[in-house]
């Protein structure tokens, strides 16, 4: 019972009837058999009768049989069902326990590389396409995403020394040779105060305060356009990543239904692995596209949130250049 075939769904059950039938089966063949030797009448045989022994003949040695070869091709079914089934019963269950053969026309491999491997040079022109774009993706995860923290603590580490810092001259020497965009807002504003001291007992302090602010603002926006550069490219992979994944599938369909015409078939298993292929197409698509569009969000919220400390920072200097301009107004002027 090993060895028999189970490659089909209900070929267990088959194989179970068919062992509770076999008896049956078995007992029925035999069983005319039995009844004719139990009712053909014996011949009478007389008391005194002589019996006649007949000589035996000479025993001549038959020549062997050539010993088959036992070795079973590679393409040899295995036999559907066991040996001590009656024959009828063999012959019922072998549409059911023999495997179907296979057609070579067929692919065989229907795995994902298969596939793309068995597709048309334009679905696969597709595919690696958005293979590519998958890995672009992932390069500016990885790149902006340490940018980006970077950055944000730079300038959450800016607005902790702005916010200890007493003077505008004291948050410089803070900030030190620091080369992030808060460190940068300070020594510029410190820069245009001190270019504008001498004008200020003639000219007031309105003018400083607002070229200090062209200063920040300016720096503002560069910092923030500076973080929000890669982010374009995931857009655009994640609008356009599906339909063209969509347009390899309806080239690849294209082409299944020019086979169909050409082979005069509609058997579905040579049609639907080339359906199959175009489908992967868009199933690729998908796949550079989900990631792109979940990624641009996350990064659109943080670069939002950058731009917010930088704008936190600004006004954290803006503060610092109006108290120094205000305690400079109380300080008196030094005699000639």
């Known amino acids: 019972m090993s060895n028999l075939p189970l490659s089909r769904p209900g070929a267990t059950l088959a194989v179970v009837l068919a062992c509770l039938l076999a008896p049956v089966a078995h007992a029925q063949d035999t069983a005319p058999a039995q009844t004719q030797a139990t009712e053909q009448p014996a011949a009478p045989v007389a008391p005194d009768a002589p019996v006649a022994i007949e000589p035996a003949a000479p025993s001549t040695p038959e020549p062997a049989a050539p010993a088959e070869s036992t070795a079973t091709p590679a393409t040899t079914a295995p036999e559907p069902v066991a040996e001590f089934l009656p024959q009828s019963m063999q012959d019922a269950l072998a549409p059911i326990l023999t495997p179907p053969a296979r057609d070579p026309n067929l692919p065989h491999d229907l795995s994902p590389m298969g596939m793309f491997w068995a597709a048309d040079i334009v679905v696969k022109a597709v595919m690696i396409g ?13 790149v902006k995403a340490l940018e980006l923290w970077g950055a944000s603590a730079s300038a959450q580490g800016g607005i902790r020394r702005i916010e200890r810092a007493g003077t505008l001259e004291a948050a410089v020497a803070a900030s030190g040779s620091r080369r992030d965009a808060v460190s940068r807002m300070i020594r510029q504003a410190a820069d245009e105060y001190r270019r504008s001291q001498p004008a200020l007992d003639a000219a007031g302090d309105g003018g400083v305060k607002e070229r200090v602010q062209s200063q920040l603002e300016r720096i503002e926006a560069v910092a923030g356009r500076r973080m929000g550069r890669g982010t374009g490219v995931l857009a655009t992979i994640g609008s356009t990543a599906p339909f063209v994944g969509l347009f390899g599938t309806v080239w690849g369909i294209m082409n299944s239904f020019i086979g169909i015409s050409e082979s005069q078939t509609t058997n579905l298993a040579v049609v639907a692995p080339g359906i199959a292929e175009a489908l992967l197409a868009t199933a690729i698509g998908l796949v550079a596209a989900i990631p792109a569009v979940v990624i641009y969000n996350v990064f659109a919220r943080g670069i939002t949130g950058y731009r917010l400390r930088l704008a936190n920072a600004a006004a954290g200097v ?4 109006s108290r120094d301009l205000d305690f400079r107004s109380l300080t008196p002027p030094k005699e000639a």
């Open 130 to 142: 958005l293979a590519i774009a998958s890995v672009i993706t992932w390069t500016v995860l990885v």
């Open 318 to 321: 803006r503060q610092l250049v």
